[in-house]
């Protein structure tokens, strides 16, 4: 069971949760909250995570960390946790960065994209949960490519405006 809070289209908790899996429905005007993760590396490459054959949408195609909060979570926490989650790392509240909030209506969701700049080793993740295969480091070029080759999945919501837009907050603001 997995239970999410519901919102209004202003993004106010109405006090209703539904159950993901029930027959029961988000209805017009009602939104559940989404995150999703954009890690960077040092060498400005971001991570992207292979979804597992077995899952119902967009199996064995590419994206970044991403999920839905469930009841009582605010998006930080449940970035930190999905992160957790699909590839077995423990970010902090200091290692996240807001970066922005979209809003779906015929998803209906509103998505809160983080950032996160780390340097990871692909063989010091793990994918216990079964969501993730494999993940990868790729350059701003490669990002484009699959994403012209149908390689990510459509719902990344990250452009190759992003990743400059992000690459350039990091070049700034960042000792790293």
Known sequence: MELWD???????YTGKVIDRHSNE??????????????????????????????KN??????ESTSGSCIKGENSLQAILREIRE????????SDATFYKTLRDDNAKDFKDIWLFRKDLKIKDLSYT????IDSKWVTIDEFDKMINNKKIIPTID??????KKCLEFYSIYSNF
């Open 6 to 12: 519901v919102y209004d289209i202003n993004r106010k």
């Open 25 to 54: 429905r988000l209805k017009k005007g009602e939104y559940h909250l989404v995150v999703q993760a954009i890690i960077i590396n040092s060498k400005g490459e971001i991570l992207l995570n292979k979804r597992s054959k077995l």
């Open 57 to 62: 949408k967009y199996p064995n195609m590419w």
């Open 86 to 93: 699909e590839l077995g790392i423990n970010f902090n509240k």
């Open 129 to 132: 949960d079964g969501e993730v």
């Open 158 to 163: 990250f452009t190759r405006e992003d990743y």
